[in-house]
């Protein structure tokens, strides 16, 4: 089944380029898979495997990291296989277009507020 979708979430982890080389040739091209996580409109989170590949993976691993807000389109595919003797459907997200909305938000160091010291006042006799 496939089906077109964008989604708007967050990266779960840093993204690593993966290089493939044809076999019988020197020609190389690059991907990448990760999992974004999102909510629906019951603030449920859910979690969703996507794939880029060429120039796009390039950019989104250079580019992104780990709680990067991203929006990402493409064709949803499913694959089912049996585990354990059940039926098992898995998603995948082919990504054909991407945007980086915003960057993860850096922990900013904790600030303490020191209170001035109190320098004793002489004693008046």
């Given at each position: 089944m496939k089906a077109n979708l964008t989604v708007l979430g967050r990266l779960t982890k840093d993204l690593e380029l993966?290089?493939?080389?044809?076999?019988?040739?020197?020609?190389?091209?690059?991907?990448t898979k990760g999992t974004v996580a999102f909510n629906d409109y019951k603030k449920n989170s859910h979690f969703l495997r996507f794939e880029v590949t060429g120039p796009k993976a390039e950019l989104l691993v250079d580019y992104s990291q780990q709680g990067s807000r991203v929006c990402l389109s493409g064709s949803l595919e499913s694959y089912q296989y049996?585990?354990?003797?059940?039926n098992v459907t898995n998603?995948?997200?082919?990504?054909?277009?991407?945007?980086?909305?915003?960057?993860?938000?850096?922990?900013?160091?904790?600030?303490v507020e020191t209170k001035p010291q109190r320098t004793k006042r002489p004693v008046r006799k």
């Open positions: 993966i290089s493939n080389t044809v076999k019988g040739t020197e020609e190389t091209f690059y991907s049996e585990h354990k003797g059940e998603w995948t997200l082919r990504v054909s277009d991407f945007e980086i909305i915003d960057w993860a938000e850096e922990t900013e160091p904790e600030v």
